[in-house]
Protein backbone atom coordinates (compact mmCIF):
# COMPACT_ATOMS: atom_id res chain seq x y z
CA UNK A 1 0.00 0.00 0.00
CA UNK A 2 1.41 3.56 -0.91
CA UNK A 3 0.31 6.81 0.66
CA UNK A 4 -0.21 9.99 -0.92
CA UNK A 5 -0.96 13.57 -0.01
CA UNK A 6 -4.33 14.70 -0.20
CA UNK A 7 -3.54 16.58 -3.15
CA UNK A 8 -1.59 13.38 -4.62
CA UNK A 9 -4.59 11.47 -4.30
CA UNK A 10 -6.75 13.70 -5.89
CA UNK A 11 -4.53 13.99 -9.07
CA UNK A 12 -4.98 10.22 -9.27
CA UNK A 13 -8.52 10.67 -8.98
CA UNK A 14 -9.09 13.22 -11.29
CA UNK A 15 -6.98 10.89 -13.86
CA UNK A 16 -9.28 8.18 -12.91
CA UNK A 17 -12.81 10.17 -14.11
CA UNK A 18 -11.65 11.74 -17.06
CA UNK A 19 -10.70 8.34 -18.59
CA UNK A 20 -8.69 10.29 -21.02
CA UNK A 21 -5.66 12.52 -21.51
CA UNK A 22 -5.50 15.94 -19.30
CA UNK A 23 -3.13 18.62 -20.98
CA UNK A 24 -0.89 20.25 -18.37
CA UNK A 25 -2.35 23.73 -17.71
CA UNK A 26 -5.76 22.22 -17.22
CA UNK A 27 -4.82 19.12 -15.07
CA UNK A 28 -3.16 22.14 -13.01
CA UNK A 29 -5.81 24.45 -12.65
CA UNK A 30 -8.04 21.20 -11.66
CA UNK A 31 -5.36 20.78 -8.62
CA UNK A 32 -4.65 24.55 -8.03
CA UNK A 33 -1.47 24.41 -8.77
CA UNK A 34 1.16 25.40 -10.90
CA UNK A 35 2.81 23.54 -14.42
CA UNK A 36 5.90 23.36 -11.99
CA UNK A 37 4.15 22.34 -8.83
CA UNK A 38 2.35 20.01 -10.92
CA UNK A 39 5.40 17.80 -12.54
CA UNK A 40 6.56 17.84 -9.32
CA UNK A 41 3.74 16.01 -7.67
CA UNK A 42 3.18 13.94 -10.73
CA UNK A 43 7.20 12.63 -10.54
CA UNK A 44 6.81 12.11 -6.34
CA UNK A 45 3.68 9.56 -7.07
CA UNK A 46 5.58 7.88 -9.53
CA UNK A 47 8.53 7.74 -6.90
CA UNK A 48 6.57 6.94 -4.04
CA UNK A 49 5.31 4.38 -6.07
CA UNK A 50 8.58 2.57 -7.64
CA UNK A 51 7.26 3.06 -10.91
CA UNK A 52 5.23 5.27 -13.29
CA UNK A 53 1.66 5.30 -12.36
CA UNK A 54 1.12 8.25 -14.44
CA UNK A 55 2.44 8.97 -18.07
CA UNK A 56 2.71 11.89 -19.55
CA UNK A 57 3.33 12.78 -23.31
CA UNK A 58 2.33 15.31 -25.95
CA UNK A 59 -1.46 14.37 -25.46
CA UNK A 60 -1.27 14.91 -21.74
CA UNK A 61 -0.93 13.15 -18.41
CA UNK A 62 -3.03 10.00 -17.73
CA UNK A 63 -2.64 6.61 -16.17
CA UNK A 64 -0.77 3.64 -17.24
CA UNK A 65 -3.43 1.11 -17.98
CA UNK A 66 -0.89 -1.79 -16.70
CA UNK A 67 -3.28 -4.41 -14.74
CA UNK A 68 -0.98 -4.49 -11.52
CA UNK A 69 -0.53 -0.69 -11.66
CA UNK A 70 -3.72 0.10 -11.73
CA UNK A 71 -4.50 -2.70 -8.50
CA UNK A 72 -1.75 -0.20 -6.71
CA UNK A 73 -3.75 2.89 -7.66
CA UNK A 74 -6.81 1.01 -5.66
CA UNK A 75 -4.52 0.53 -2.66
CA UNK A 76 -3.59 4.05 -2.63
CA UNK A 77 -4.28 5.88 0.72
CA UNK A 78 -4.03 9.38 2.03
CA UNK A 79 -1.22 9.96 4.39
CA UNK A 80 -2.13 13.53 5.44
CA UNK A 81 -0.01 13.80 8.44
CA UNK A 82 3.20 12.87 6.71
CA UNK A 83 3.03 14.67 3.04
CA UNK A 84 1.76 17.76 4.91
CA UNK A 85 4.84 17.66 6.95
CA UNK A 86 7.17 16.92 4.02
CA UNK A 87 5.32 20.24 2.74
CA UNK A 88 5.33 22.51 5.32
CA UNK A 89 9.14 21.89 5.85
CA UNK A 90 9.70 22.87 2.73
CA UNK A 91 7.63 25.84 2.21
CA UNK A 92 9.43 26.91 5.73
CA UNK A 93 12.58 27.00 4.37
CA UNK A 94 11.94 28.36 0.62
CA UNK A 95 11.21 31.59 2.47
CA UNK A 96 12.06 34.35 5.12
CA UNK A 97 8.51 34.04 6.65
CA UNK A 98 5.56 32.14 5.76
CA UNK A 99 2.13 33.74 5.65
CA UNK A 100 -0.46 31.20 8.03
CA UNK A 101 -2.87 32.15 5.51
CA UNK A 102 -1.14 31.19 2.89
CA UNK A 103 0.14 28.14 4.09
CA UNK A 104 -3.94 26.73 4.64
CA UNK A 105 -4.71 27.98 1.35
CA UNK A 106 -1.45 26.10 -0.52
CA UNK A 107 -1.74 22.78 1.96
CA UNK A 108 -5.53 22.86 2.13
CA UNK A 109 -5.94 22.51 5.99
CA UNK A 110 -7.02 24.99 8.52
CA UNK A 111 -5.30 27.29 10.98
CA UNK A 112 -4.96 24.90 13.92
CA UNK A 113 -3.68 22.14 11.60
CA UNK A 114 -1.22 24.49 10.77
CA UNK A 115 -0.16 25.17 14.17
CA UNK A 116 -0.66 21.16 15.49
CA UNK A 117 2.10 20.61 12.93
CA UNK A 118 5.10 23.12 13.76
CA UNK A 119 4.13 22.10 17.38
CA UNK A 120 5.08 18.38 16.47
CA UNK A 121 7.41 19.09 13.87
CA UNK A 122 9.74 21.29 16.25
CA UNK A 123 12.09 18.54 17.34
CA UNK A 124 12.99 17.92 13.30
CA UNK A 125 14.01 21.67 13.33
CA UNK A 126 15.72 21.19 16.26
CA UNK A 127 17.76 18.63 15.16
CA UNK A 128 19.28 21.11 12.53
CA UNK A 129 20.14 23.66 15.07
CA UNK A 130 17.17 25.17 13.94
CA UNK A 131 13.86 26.95 15.51
CA UNK A 132 10.35 27.73 14.34
CA UNK A 133 9.19 31.27 15.37
CA UNK A 134 5.79 32.85 14.96
CA UNK A 135 4.68 36.79 14.57
CA UNK A 136 1.29 36.74 15.10
CA UNK A 137 -0.07 35.67 11.52
CA UNK A 138 3.33 34.70 10.14
CA UNK A 139 6.18 32.01 10.70
CA UNK A 140 9.75 31.40 10.15
CA UNK A 141 12.53 29.48 10.18
CA UNK A 142 15.75 30.56 12.39
CA UNK A 143 19.18 29.49 12.62
CA UNK A 144 22.58 29.73 10.30
CA UNK A 145 21.64 29.38 6.74
CA UNK A 146 24.52 26.60 6.45
CA UNK A 147 22.14 24.64 8.71
CA UNK A 148 19.13 25.42 6.72
CA UNK A 149 21.12 24.04 3.82
CA UNK A 150 21.51 20.85 5.62
CA UNK A 151 18.36 20.19 6.63
CA UNK A 152 17.05 21.02 2.87
CA UNK A 153 20.11 18.24 1.87
CA UNK A 154 18.13 16.22 4.03
CA UNK A 155 15.10 16.34 2.84
CA UNK A 156 15.77 15.60 -0.80
CA UNK A 157 17.44 12.84 0.64
CA UNK A 158 14.80 11.46 2.60
CA UNK A 159 12.56 11.75 -0.70
CA UNK A 160 14.89 10.25 -3.05
CA UNK A 161 14.13 5.91 -1.97
CA UNK A 162 16.59 5.54 -4.87
CA UNK A 163 18.31 8.24 -6.44
CA UNK A 164 20.01 6.81 -9.29
CA UNK A 165 16.38 6.96 -10.59
CA UNK A 166 14.88 9.70 -9.18
CA UNK A 167 17.77 12.79 -9.31
CA UNK A 168 15.57 13.99 -12.13
CA UNK A 169 12.49 14.57 -10.32
CA UNK A 170 13.62 17.29 -8.33
CA UNK A 171 14.68 19.33 -11.65
CA UNK A 172 10.87 21.06 -10.50
CA UNK A 173 12.67 22.54 -7.56
CA UNK A 174 16.21 23.55 -8.94
CA UNK A 175 16.31 26.04 -11.13
CA UNK A 176 17.13 27.62 -13.82
CA UNK A 177 19.65 24.58 -13.51
CA UNK A 178 19.15 21.11 -13.94
CA UNK A 179 20.22 18.30 -11.76
CA UNK A 180 21.75 16.77 -15.08
CA UNK A 181 23.67 19.48 -15.96
CA UNK A 182 25.03 19.97 -12.48
CA UNK A 183 25.95 16.04 -12.88
CA UNK A 184 27.84 16.69 -16.11
CA UNK A 185 29.59 19.72 -14.56
CA UNK A 186 31.04 17.14 -11.64
CA UNK A 187 31.99 14.29 -14.02
CA UNK A 188 33.98 16.78 -16.46
CA UNK A 189 35.62 18.12 -12.99
CA UNK A 190 36.04 14.51 -11.75
CA UNK A 191 38.26 13.61 -14.79
CA UNK A 192 40.20 16.39 -15.30
CA UNK A 193 41.45 15.68 -11.92
CA UNK A 194 41.80 11.99 -12.64
CA UNK A 195 39.53 11.21 -9.27
CA UNK A 196 37.98 7.60 -9.22
CA UNK A 197 34.61 7.86 -7.23
CA UNK A 198 31.65 5.36 -6.24
CA UNK A 199 28.60 6.69 -8.29
CA UNK A 200 26.44 6.05 -4.95
CA UNK A 201 29.15 9.26 -3.15
CA UNK A 202 28.78 11.22 -6.49
CA UNK A 203 24.61 11.46 -6.27
CA UNK A 204 25.28 12.83 -2.59
CA UNK A 205 27.70 15.28 -3.71
CA UNK A 206 25.20 16.24 -6.55
CA UNK A 207 22.43 17.21 -3.97
CA UNK A 208 24.93 18.91 -1.51
CA UNK A 209 25.76 20.94 -4.65
CA UNK A 210 22.60 21.55 -5.69
CA UNK A 211 21.11 22.95 -2.34
CA UNK A 212 24.03 25.56 -2.26
CA UNK A 213 23.60 26.89 -5.62
CA UNK A 214 20.06 26.72 -5.35
CA UNK A 215 20.15 28.40 -1.82
CA UNK A 216 22.37 31.12 -3.58
CA UNK A 217 19.81 32.13 -6.65
CA UNK A 218 17.01 32.36 -4.10
CA UNK A 219 18.96 34.64 -2.59
CA UNK A 220 19.99 33.19 0.47
CA UNK A 221 24.34 33.57 0.30
CA UNK A 222 26.46 32.13 3.48
CA UNK A 223 25.63 34.37 6.17
CA UNK A 224 28.09 36.24 8.39
CA UNK A 225 27.88 34.17 11.16
CA UNK A 226 29.98 31.47 9.26
CA UNK A 227 33.48 32.10 8.70
CA UNK A 228 35.86 29.96 6.85
CA UNK A 229 37.40 28.88 9.65
CA UNK A 230 34.10 28.01 11.33
CA UNK A 231 32.69 25.76 8.13
CA UNK A 232 36.15 23.73 7.31
CA UNK A 233 36.43 20.24 7.92
CA UNK A 234 38.73 18.24 10.25
CA UNK A 235 40.98 17.71 7.30
CA UNK A 236 40.67 18.97 3.79
CA UNK A 237 42.58 17.16 1.11
CA UNK A 238 44.36 19.66 -1.77
CA UNK A 239 42.51 17.70 -4.41
CA UNK A 240 39.03 18.28 -2.56
CA UNK A 241 39.86 22.21 -2.54
CA UNK A 242 40.62 22.08 -6.04
CA UNK A 243 37.84 19.72 -6.90
CA UNK A 244 35.50 22.41 -5.50
CA UNK A 245 37.35 25.35 -6.54
CA UNK A 246 36.93 24.02 -10.22
CA UNK A 247 33.33 23.08 -10.08
CA UNK A 248 32.97 26.36 -8.51
CA UNK A 249 34.24 28.32 -11.08
CA UNK A 250 32.17 26.93 -13.50
CA UNK A 251 29.19 27.28 -11.86
CA UNK A 252 29.81 31.05 -11.99
CA UNK A 253 30.84 30.99 -15.33
CA UNK A 254 27.42 29.20 -16.49
CA UNK A 255 24.93 30.75 -14.06
CA UNK A 256 26.48 34.22 -13.12
CA UNK A 257 27.14 33.52 -9.55
CA UNK A 258 29.83 34.88 -7.18
CA UNK A 259 31.09 32.10 -4.67
CA UNK A 260 32.53 33.78 -1.37
CA UNK A 261 35.28 31.81 0.30
CA UNK A 262 32.45 31.00 2.99
CA UNK A 263 30.48 29.67 0.41
CA UNK A 264 33.08 27.30 -0.83
CA UNK A 265 33.78 26.38 2.69
CA UNK A 266 30.29 25.39 3.41
CA UNK A 267 30.38 22.97 0.23
CA UNK A 268 33.87 21.49 1.39
CA UNK A 269 32.13 21.13 5.05
CA UNK A 270 29.26 19.25 3.21
CA UNK A 271 30.80 17.25 0.39
CA UNK A 272 34.33 16.14 3.51
CA UNK A 273 33.96 12.20 3.70
CA UNK A 274 32.69 11.61 -0.10
CA UNK A 275 36.14 12.51 -1.08
CA UNK A 276 39.42 10.45 -1.33
CA UNK A 277 42.36 11.00 1.24
CA UNK A 278 45.73 9.82 1.97
CA UNK A 279 44.32 6.92 3.11
CA UNK A 280 48.01 5.11 4.16
CA UNK A 281 48.43 7.73 6.83
CA UNK A 282 44.60 6.78 7.92
CA UNK A 283 45.91 2.94 7.56
CA UNK A 284 48.89 3.78 9.98
CA UNK A 285 47.02 5.29 12.65
CA UNK A 286 47.31 2.09 15.05
CA UNK A 287 45.14 3.87 18.54
CA UNK A 288 42.14 4.31 15.79
CA UNK A 289 42.68 0.88 14.36
CA UNK A 290 43.05 -0.58 17.78
CA UNK A 291 39.42 0.77 18.67
CA UNK A 292 37.84 -0.23 15.69
CA UNK A 293 38.70 -3.80 16.59
CA UNK A 294 38.04 -4.08 19.59
CA UNK A 295 34.58 -2.27 19.01
CA UNK A 296 34.27 -5.30 16.47
CA UNK A 297 35.43 -8.29 18.75
CA UNK A 298 33.10 -6.93 21.42
CA UNK A 299 29.63 -6.50 18.65
CA UNK A 300 30.47 -10.39 17.58
CA UNK A 301 30.88 -11.62 21.21
CA UNK A 302 27.70 -9.80 21.94
CA UNK A 303 25.61 -12.13 18.88
CA UNK A 304 27.28 -15.10 19.45
CA UNK A 305 29.30 -15.29 15.97
CA UNK A 306 32.77 -16.02 15.49
CA UNK A 307 33.89 -14.13 12.01
CA UNK A 308 37.32 -13.44 10.22
CA UNK A 309 37.03 -9.48 9.35
CA UNK A 310 40.86 -9.41 8.32
CA UNK A 311 39.92 -9.33 4.59
CA UNK A 312 37.50 -6.39 5.12
CA UNK A 313 39.32 -4.55 8.44
CA UNK A 314 41.36 -2.21 6.17
CA UNK A 315 39.02 -1.21 4.13
CA UNK A 316 36.43 -0.79 7.40
CA UNK A 317 39.23 1.16 8.75
CA UNK A 318 38.76 3.85 5.74
CA UNK A 319 35.04 3.61 6.14
CA UNK A 320 34.68 4.23 9.60
CA UNK A 321 37.01 7.24 9.50
CA UNK A 322 35.05 8.68 6.81
CA UNK A 323 31.81 8.58 8.68
CA UNK A 324 33.07 10.27 11.70
CA UNK A 325 33.54 12.78 9.21
CA UNK A 326 30.69 12.95 8.26
CA UNK A 327 29.27 12.67 11.69
CA UNK A 328 31.01 15.98 12.57
CA UNK A 329 29.33 18.07 10.02
CA UNK A 330 26.09 16.35 9.67
CA UNK A 331 26.79 15.48 6.08
CA UNK A 332 25.28 11.81 6.01
CA UNK A 333 26.06 9.66 3.27
CA UNK A 334 22.39 8.86 1.62
CA UNK A 335 20.96 5.56 -0.22
CA UNK A 336 18.25 2.96 0.39
CA UNK A 337 20.72 0.24 1.37
CA UNK A 338 19.07 0.50 4.42
CA UNK A 339 15.64 -0.83 3.97
CA UNK A 340 16.66 -3.24 1.26
CA UNK A 341 18.95 -4.93 3.97
CA UNK A 342 16.56 -4.18 6.72
CA UNK A 343 14.01 -6.73 4.90
CA UNK A 344 16.10 -9.46 3.20
CA UNK A 345 18.97 -9.64 5.68
CA UNK A 346 17.27 -8.39 9.35
CA UNK A 347 19.72 -10.26 11.72
CA UNK A 348 22.96 -8.91 9.87
CA UNK A 349 21.33 -5.41 9.94
CA UNK A 350 20.41 -5.69 13.62
CA UNK A 351 24.12 -6.57 14.18
CA UNK A 352 25.16 -3.37 12.10
CA UNK A 353 22.73 -1.30 14.66
CA UNK A 354 24.36 -2.57 17.67
CA UNK A 355 28.25 -1.65 16.00
CA UNK A 356 26.70 1.87 15.07
CA UNK A 357 25.00 2.23 18.83
CA UNK A 358 29.16 0.91 19.82
CA UNK A 359 30.78 3.44 17.32
CA UNK A 360 28.42 5.88 18.69
CA UNK A 361 29.76 5.74 22.20
CA UNK A 362 33.22 5.26 21.40
CA UNK A 363 33.42 8.42 19.25
CA UNK A 364 30.36 10.78 20.72
CA UNK A 365 29.09 10.59 17.14
CA UNK A 366 24.98 10.06 15.82
CA UNK A 367 24.92 7.89 13.48
CA UNK A 368 22.22 7.84 11.02
CA UNK A 369 19.79 4.30 9.54
CA UNK A 370 21.63 5.41 5.93
CA UNK A 371 25.12 4.99 7.64
CA UNK A 372 23.97 1.50 9.07
CA UNK A 373 22.76 0.31 6.12
CA UNK A 374 26.69 0.91 4.71
CA UNK A 375 27.96 -1.09 7.69
CA UNK A 376 25.60 -4.05 7.50
CA UNK A 377 27.14 -3.90 3.64
CA UNK A 378 30.38 -4.88 5.36
CA UNK A 379 29.48 -6.93 7.81
CA UNK A 380 27.29 -8.78 5.15
CA UNK A 381 30.43 -9.25 3.39
CA UNK A 382 31.86 -11.69 5.70
CA UNK A 383 28.90 -13.36 7.46
CA UNK A 384 26.71 -14.06 3.96
CA UNK A 385 25.11 -16.52 5.85
CA UNK A 386 24.38 -16.71 9.46
CA UNK A 387 22.15 -19.92 10.42
CA UNK A 388 18.96 -19.88 13.05
CA UNK A 389 19.28 -23.30 13.26
CA UNK A 390 22.06 -25.97 13.62
CA UNK A 391 23.59 -27.35 10.56
CA UNK A 392 22.69 -30.96 9.72
CA UNK A 393 25.55 -33.59 11.34
CA UNK A 394 26.99 -35.66 8.32
CA UNK A 395 28.81 -39.09 8.25
CA UNK A 396 30.54 -39.71 5.26
CA UNK A 397 31.30 -43.68 3.94
CA UNK A 398 34.10 -43.67 1.18
CA UNK A 399 37.02 -45.83 1.26
CA UNK A 400 39.95 -44.31 0.48
CA UNK A 401 40.90 -44.70 -3.01
CA UNK A 402 43.26 -42.79 -4.73
CA UNK A 403 42.12 -39.31 -4.93
CA UNK A 404 38.08 -39.88 -5.07
CA UNK A 405 37.80 -39.17 -1.51
CA UNK A 406 39.13 -35.82 -1.73
CA UNK A 407 37.18 -35.15 -4.81
CA UNK A 408 33.82 -36.23 -2.85
CA UNK A 409 34.93 -33.77 -0.10
CA UNK A 410 35.82 -31.44 -2.11
CA UNK A 411 33.03 -31.15 -3.97
CA UNK A 412 30.62 -31.79 -0.95
CA UNK A 413 32.21 -28.27 0.80
CA UNK A 414 31.73 -26.38 -2.51
CA UNK A 415 28.47 -27.04 -2.54
CA UNK A 416 27.54 -27.58 1.31
CA UNK A 417 30.11 -26.03 2.98
CA UNK A 418 26.84 -23.22 4.98
CA UNK A 419 24.48 -25.76 5.25
CA UNK A 420 26.17 -29.41 6.09
CA UNK A 421 28.24 -30.39 9.09
CA UNK A 422 30.23 -33.36 7.81
CA UNK A 423 31.28 -34.50 11.25
CA UNK A 424 33.67 -37.44 10.53
CA UNK A 425 34.13 -39.26 7.60
CA UNK A 426 35.17 -43.42 7.21
CA UNK A 427 35.54 -46.36 5.15
CA UNK A 428 33.10 -48.34 6.45
CA UNK A 429 30.76 -48.95 8.77
CA UNK A 430 32.73 -50.64 11.05
CA UNK A 431 34.73 -47.55 11.84
CA UNK A 432 31.02 -45.53 13.20
CA UNK A 433 30.86 -46.48 17.20
CA UNK A 434 28.24 -45.32 19.01
CA UNK A 435 29.69 -42.56 20.21
CA UNK A 436 29.20 -40.79 17.21
CA UNK A 437 25.96 -39.17 16.29
CA UNK A 438 24.55 -37.99 13.12
CA UNK A 439 21.57 -37.14 11.67
CA UNK A 440 21.81 -38.72 8.39
CA UNK A 441 24.80 -40.43 6.21
CA UNK A 442 25.83 -40.24 2.61
CA UNK A 443 27.62 -43.16 1.32
CA UNK A 444 29.26 -44.26 -1.59
CA UNK A 445 29.55 -48.06 -1.22
CA UNK A 446 26.41 -50.39 -0.90
CA UNK A 447 25.72 -51.25 2.98
CA UNK A 448 24.88 -54.50 4.24
CA UNK A 449 23.16 -52.79 7.50
CA UNK A 450 20.56 -50.73 6.76
CA UNK A 451 20.79 -46.48 8.19
CA UNK A 452 18.23 -45.10 8.32
CA UNK A 453 18.64 -41.79 6.80
CA UNK A 454 21.26 -43.23 4.30
CA UNK A 455 21.52 -41.20 0.98
CA UNK A 456 23.89 -43.40 -1.71
CA UNK A 457 25.80 -41.03 -3.60
CA UNK A 458 29.36 -41.45 -6.13
CA UNK A 459 32.56 -40.19 -5.79
CA UNK A 460 31.75 -37.70 -8.19
CA UNK A 461 28.49 -36.18 -7.43
CA UNK A 462 25.59 -36.13 -9.88
CA UNK A 463 23.03 -33.26 -10.08
CA UNK A 464 20.27 -35.91 -8.89
CA UNK A 465 22.62 -36.81 -6.11
CA UNK A 466 23.03 -32.86 -5.16
CA UNK A 467 19.23 -32.93 -5.28
CA UNK A 468 18.54 -36.03 -3.10
CA UNK A 469 21.10 -34.29 -0.48
CA UNK A 470 19.12 -30.54 -0.61
CA UNK A 471 15.93 -32.23 -0.25
CA UNK A 472 17.66 -34.40 3.08
CA UNK A 473 19.05 -31.19 4.58
CA UNK A 474 15.89 -29.19 3.59
CA UNK A 475 13.56 -31.98 5.49
CA UNK A 476 15.83 -32.12 8.87
CA UNK A 477 15.74 -27.94 8.91
CA UNK A 478 12.27 -27.84 8.55
CA UNK A 479 11.95 -30.56 11.65
CA UNK A 480 14.69 -28.86 13.26
CA UNK A 481 12.52 -25.78 12.83
CA UNK A 482 9.42 -26.84 14.38
CA UNK A 483 11.18 -28.41 17.67
CA UNK A 484 13.06 -25.38 17.91
CA UNK A 485 9.88 -23.36 17.53
CA UNK A 486 8.01 -25.95 20.43
CA UNK A 487 11.47 -25.58 22.41
CA UNK A 488 11.92 -22.02 22.21
CA UNK A 489 8.75 -19.46 21.05
CA UNK A 490 6.53 -21.72 23.79
CA UNK A 491 8.30 -20.61 26.69
CA UNK A 492 8.63 -17.03 25.07
CA UNK A 493 5.05 -16.50 25.37
CA UNK A 494 2.79 -16.38 28.30
CA UNK A 495 -0.44 -15.71 28.66
CA UNK A 496 -0.39 -12.63 30.90
CA UNK A 497 1.75 -10.69 28.13
CA UNK A 498 -0.84 -11.47 24.92
CA UNK A 499 -3.03 -8.61 24.65
CA UNK A 500 -5.74 -8.12 21.74
CA UNK A 501 -7.19 -5.22 20.42
CA UNK A 502 -6.35 -3.23 24.05
CA UNK A 503 -6.91 0.36 22.56
CA UNK A 504 -3.54 1.64 22.42
CA UNK A 505 -2.73 2.94 19.20
CA UNK A 506 0.64 4.92 19.66
CA UNK A 507 3.93 3.80 20.16
CA UNK A 508 4.13 6.15 23.06
CA UNK A 509 1.18 4.13 24.86
CA UNK A 510 2.32 0.48 24.32
CA UNK A 511 6.04 1.02 25.28
CA UNK A 512 4.51 3.11 28.74
CA UNK A 513 2.22 0.12 29.24
CA UNK A 514 4.75 -2.28 28.25
CA UNK A 515 7.38 -0.90 30.55
CA UNK A 516 4.73 -0.11 33.81
CA UNK A 517 3.84 -4.27 32.98
CA UNK A 518 6.66 -5.85 32.39
CA UNK A 519 8.64 -4.22 35.70
CA UNK A 520 5.34 -5.21 37.82
CA UNK A 521 6.23 -8.74 37.57
CA UNK A 522 10.09 -8.09 38.00
CA UNK A 523 10.77 -8.68 34.05
CA UNK A 524 12.75 -5.81 33.93
CA UNK A 525 14.05 -2.62 35.52
CA UNK A 526 13.80 0.95 35.26
CA UNK A 527 16.26 1.11 32.43
CA UNK A 528 15.18 -1.14 29.93
CA UNK A 529 12.36 0.66 28.34
CA UNK A 530 14.89 3.80 27.29
CA UNK A 531 16.89 1.17 25.81
CA UNK A 532 14.08 0.13 23.41
CA UNK A 533 13.53 3.49 22.62
CA UNK A 534 17.14 4.16 21.75
CA UNK A 535 17.72 1.20 19.10
CA UNK A 536 14.72 2.73 17.92
CA UNK A 537 16.33 5.86 17.54
CA UNK A 538 18.94 4.20 15.49
CA UNK A 539 16.62 2.19 13.02
CA UNK A 540 13.40 1.79 13.28
CA UNK A 541 11.69 -1.90 13.74
CA UNK A 542 8.75 -1.92 12.03
CA UNK A 543 8.17 -3.51 8.94
CA UNK A 544 6.30 -3.60 5.63
CA UNK A 545 3.28 -1.24 7.81
CA UNK A 546 2.43 -4.61 8.90
CA UNK A 547 4.76 -5.22 12.59
CA UNK A 548 7.73 -3.89 14.59
CA UNK A 549 9.76 -5.92 16.34
CA UNK A 550 10.96 -3.40 19.41
CA UNK A 551 14.34 -4.69 21.39
CA UNK A 552 16.68 -3.28 23.74
CA UNK A 553 20.67 -2.90 22.35
CA UNK A 554 21.39 -5.23 25.55
CA UNK A 555 20.45 -8.62 26.45
CA UNK A 556 19.23 -6.80 29.63
CA UNK A 557 16.25 -8.13 30.62
CA UNK A 558 15.56 -10.24 33.39
CA UNK A 559 13.76 -13.04 31.78
CA UNK A 560 13.64 -13.91 27.98
CA UNK A 561 10.06 -13.31 26.96
CA UNK A 562 8.08 -12.12 24.16
CA UNK A 563 5.67 -9.62 24.35
CA UNK A 564 2.61 -9.85 21.98
CA UNK A 565 0.25 -6.99 20.88
CA UNK A 566 -2.15 -6.64 18.10
CA UNK A 567 -4.42 -3.76 17.25
CA UNK A 568 -6.87 -3.92 14.36
CA UNK A 569 -6.80 -0.14 14.14
CA UNK A 570 -3.32 0.69 13.07
CA UNK A 571 -0.61 0.92 15.61
CA UNK A 572 1.18 4.78 14.47
CA UNK A 573 5.02 3.57 15.36
CA UNK A 574 6.89 6.56 15.05
CA UNK A 575 7.08 7.33 11.51
CA UNK A 576 5.30 4.10 9.96
CA UNK A 577 1.80 2.13 10.77
CA UNK A 578 1.31 -1.15 12.31
CA UNK A 579 -1.04 -3.92 13.11
CA UNK A 580 1.53 -5.92 15.39
CA UNK A 581 3.94 -5.61 18.43
CA UNK A 582 6.10 -7.97 19.32
CA UNK A 583 8.70 -6.81 22.26
CA UNK A 584 11.60 -9.14 22.44
CA UNK A 585 13.17 -9.67 25.75
CA UNK A 586 16.58 -11.13 26.35
CA UNK A 587 18.14 -12.60 29.31
CA UNK A 588 21.96 -12.32 28.73
CA UNK A 589 22.50 -15.73 29.85
CA UNK A 590 20.17 -17.10 27.56
CA UNK A 591 22.05 -18.86 24.23
CA UNK A 592 18.96 -19.15 22.45
CA UNK A 593 18.49 -14.88 23.05
CA UNK A 594 19.99 -14.28 19.87
CA UNK A 595 18.01 -16.73 17.96
CA UNK A 596 14.65 -15.05 19.11
CA UNK A 597 14.83 -12.22 16.68
CA UNK A 598 15.64 -14.47 13.45
CA UNK A 599 12.97 -16.98 14.43
CA UNK A 600 9.91 -14.60 15.00
CA UNK A 601 11.73 -12.76 11.81
CA UNK A 602 11.29 -15.81 10.01
CA UNK A 603 7.64 -16.19 10.44
CA UNK A 604 6.37 -12.87 10.15
CA UNK A 605 8.34 -11.84 6.62
CA UNK A 606 5.59 -14.02 5.38
CA UNK A 607 2.81 -12.00 4.45
CA UNK A 608 0.25 -15.40 4.27
CA UNK A 609 1.63 -16.81 7.74
CA UNK A 610 1.23 -13.10 9.03
CA UNK A 611 -2.21 -12.68 7.65
CA UNK A 612 -2.78 -15.88 9.37
CA UNK A 613 -1.05 -14.90 13.08
CA UNK A 614 -2.75 -11.92 13.66
CA UNK A 615 -6.15 -14.25 13.80
CA UNK A 616 -4.96 -15.57 17.39
CA UNK A 617 -6.65 -14.46 19.82
CA UNK A 618 -4.38 -16.07 22.58
CA UNK A 619 -1.36 -17.69 23.43
CA UNK A 620 -2.33 -21.45 22.86
CA UNK A 621 -4.33 -20.40 19.27
CA UNK A 622 -0.57 -18.45 18.40
CA UNK A 623 1.25 -21.58 19.61
CA UNK A 624 -1.09 -23.96 17.18
CA UNK A 625 -0.34 -21.78 14.60
CA UNK A 626 3.01 -21.79 15.03
CA UNK A 627 3.55 -25.12 14.87
CA UNK A 628 1.44 -25.85 12.05
CA UNK A 629 3.43 -22.89 9.64
CA UNK A 630 6.53 -24.07 10.54
CA UNK A 631 6.80 -27.23 7.89
Not at 148 to 158: D, I, P, T, V
Not at 425 to 442: C, G, K, M, R
Not at 600 to 614: A, N, P, Q
Amino acid sequence: MIELSQRQYLALRLLREYQKPIKGQQFSQLLNVSPRTLRYEVSAINRIAGQPIILSNKEGYTLNEDPAVLQQIQDCRVDDDRQLEKQLILALLECKEASIYDLTQKLYVSESTIYSLVKRMMPKFHSFSLSLQRRGEWLSCQGKETDKRRMLSHFFFAEANALATTLVNFDGYFSPFGLAELAQIIHETLDELDVQIDDIYIKNIIICIAVCVQRMINGYPSDGSETEADALPISTSPLLTRFVDTTCGRLQEQLELTFTEADKATILAFITGSFPEENEQILQNERFRGQIRKLLDKTFRHFQLELDYSAVFDNFVLHVHFLLLRCRHQNFFHNDFATSLRTSHPFIYDVAVYLAYQLEKEFQAAIPGDEIGLIAIYLGSIATYVPTYDLPRVICICPQYHELRKLMVQQLTEKFSCTLDIVKIVSSLSEITDQDHADFYLSTVKTENSLTDLIPISPILSPLEIHRIEKKNLEFMKAQKRRKLRQNLLRFFDDQLFFCNHGLTTEVEILTFFDQLLQQRGVIDNQFMDSVRQRESLSSTAFFNRFAVPHSLEKDALLTKVVYYYSVEPIRWYDSRVNLVLLILSRSDDEQASKIYNLIFDILIDESCYKKMILCRSRQELMDFLEANSN
